[in-house]
């Protein structure tokens, strides 16, 4: 399994931003998709993650601003962040977990700042 993330970058306080993640290879019907991130000298911490039925989990951090999504006919998950604060700023890495297993892909650069 192969994850491609895009879509980081550098944004102002209050302003969005959307990651994109396609996965490829070996990918199950069933599995969970999700993004975490890693600030600076912190460990890796959940962001979101959405089942292959639909159901969404969110750090308490970021729920109401992230909106997680997947298209499962693409095998692509998304993560839409608003209202990003200088708090939001991190590595953020996508995730599969399917069959027990766990994939990550690169990471992807978000910079909340003025």
């Known amino acids: 399994v192969q994850l491609q993330a895009s879509g980081g970058g550098l944004v102002q306080p209050g302003g969005s931003l959307r990651l994109s993640c396609a996965a490829s290879?070996?990918?199950?019907?069933?599995?969970?998709m999700g993004w975490y991130r890693q600030a600076p000298e912190k460990q890796r911490d959940l962001v979101a993650i959405?089942?292959?039925?639909?159901?969404?989990h969110y750090a308490d951090s970021v729920k109401g601003r992230f909106t997680i999504s997947r298209d499962n006919a693409k095998n692509t998950v998304y993560l839409q962040m608003n209202s990003l604060k200088p708090e939001d700023t991190a590595v953020y890495y996508c995730?599969?977990?399917?069959?027990?297993?766990?994939?990550w892909g690169q990471g992807t650069q978000v910079t909340v700042s003025s």
């Open positions: 995730n599969v977990n399917q069959k027990g297993y766990n994939y």
């Open positions: 290879g070996s990918i199950f019907s069933i599995n969970v």
């Open positions: 959405v089942t292959s039925t639909g159901t969404t």
